[in-house]
């Protein structure tokens, strides 16, 4: 299984936790990579590798290429910042997958997400984006106490992700909205997350060959 974008390892480690028999975290922060690689408990059948996933090598890359059956990107592909980032991402994605086949399973930025500065703030952040157009940036800021932070992605419609992922050979597309657990009903209610539900701010994205 590869992490694409994996930054701290945060997910790499819970893949391996969940009993995937190889994992692999390639980011282009060696920075990043450190401190995935400093975690303590990390499992020996996870590595991690530095890669600009935006540029794949035009010859190849045999540490790579042809290795894995799923690739899992989280909150990753919206932070391309142009449409031939975007694209290299998928293709980076694509060449990864065995030659039998596979899948990419993203999580991303919703297309659709509720629009207006303080749709989500009942939720402990907020989204703004100043330009309606493909690759505009959009700012989430954290609202929670004690956690004031911010960070900025890239707005991209449905059509322009679907048409980077079948430009890198993917051939069957699928968005799935995000549900909420049990716990999390019983916890805050069905009132509490109607708004969220209507319009989630992040989407899973899945691309198969």
Request: contains cysteine; hydrophobic residues 40%.
């Amino acid at each position: 299984m590869l992490d694409l974008g994996c930054g701290s390892g945060l997910y790499t480690r819970r893949l391996a936790a969940w009993r995937a028999a190889k994992v692999t975290g390639i980011d282009v922060s060696e920075g990043m990579l450190d401190t995935a690689r400093a975690h303590a408990g990390t499992p020996e059948h996870v590595e991690y590798l530095r890669r600009d996933a935006t540029r794949p090598a035009p010859g190849g890359d045999p540490d790579i290429d042809g290795r894995f059956d799923l690739v899992a990107s989280v909150y990753v592909l919206c932070y391309a910042a142009t449409i031939e980032q975007l694209t290299g991402f998928f293709t980076t994605a694509r060449r990864a997958l065995t030659p039998e086949g596979g899948r990419l399973v993203a999580m991303t930025l919703n297309p659709d997400y509720g629009r207006g500065r303080d749709y989500y703030a009942g939720y402990g952040f907020t989204l703004t984006q100043d330009e309606d157009r493909e690759g505009a940036p959009v700012t989430l800021h954290s609202a929670l106490p004690g956690q004031s932070f911010s960070v900025t992605a890239h707005w991209w419609s449905r059509g322009t992700y679907e048409h980077a992922a079948t430009s890198a050979g993917f051939t069957s597309l699928s968005w799935t909205l995000p549900t909420v657990s049990e716990n999390g009903v019983a916890r805050y209610g069905d009132d509490y997350w109607a708004a969220y539900l209507a319009a989630p701010q992040a989407v899973i994205f899945q691309a198969h060959v």
